[in-house]
Structure formats: structure tokens, C-alpha cells
């Protein structure tokens, strides 16, 4: 009963940045967590972040200084802001929601460029 919708990838060159949004919708109140996953061809999905809600945050070690994750309950959707890209950032991203099960987005394509 929770739908997520992800917008804002891109070709971007090494050192840019991009935003990620993720729109949720449906039983909202039922999520206890929320984050970001990305996957390359031939690779596993991975956390890039996460964010509980209370608020707690976590990041992948390789993201961390670089990524921002944060959520505005207002308009629903949760963000992922992107800066200093470097190639390997290259994936689709998902966006993923916790609510008595895991629900997926759609996924957007992040192409990092050198």
C-alpha cells in the first residue's frame, strides 16, 4: 500500500552534482524507514543511505561527505543530493520504503561521466 515514484537522474560529469526525489504515496504513516539503493550491470543492489523515521541517518562509506539524504514530509518525498560524482556513483537508484514489508520505485539511471 505504499507507492514510490523516483525523479532527477541524469548525465552528469565527474565533480557535478544532481538531486534525486522520491515521491511516496499511499499508506504513508505505516513507514518506519525510508532510503536510497543503487545497481550497477552485473553488480548486487547496495545501500547508498538511509533514513529512519525519527530522523536517524546513515550512510555508505564511500558517499559519506558527499550525499545527503533528507525527507520533507510536507510534500511527501524524500531526496538524495548528489555532489563531487565520480564514475563509480554510476547505477540505477531506487528508492525504498519500510512499511510491515519493502516496497521499490521504479529506479533512475545516474551516469557519472569522466
Known amino acids: 500500500q505504499v507507492e514510490l515514484v523516483e525523479s532527477g537522474g541524469g548525465l552528469v560529469q565527474a565533480g557535478g552534482s544532481l538531486r534525486l526525489s522520491c515521491a511516496a504515496s499511499?499508506?504513508?504513516?505505516?513507514?518506519?524507514?525510508m532510503g536510497w539503493y543503487r545497481q550497477a550491470p552485473g553488480n548486487q543492489r547496495d545501500t547508498v543511505a538511509r533514513i529512519s523515521r525519527s530522523g536517524e541517518t546513515f550512510y555508505a562509506d564511500s558517499v559519506k561527505g558527499r550525499f545527503t539524504i533528507s525527507r520533507d514530509n510536507a510534500k511527501n518525498t524524500m531526496y538524495l543530493e548528489m555532489n563531487s560524482l565520480n564514475p563509480e556513483d554510476t547505477g540505477v537508484y531506487y528508492c525504498h520504503a519500510y512499511a510491515a514489508g519493502d516496497y521499490w520505485g521504479q529506479g533512475t539511471q545516474v551516469t557519472v561521466s569522466s
Open positions: 499511499g499508506r504513508l504513516f505505516t513507514i518506519t524507514s
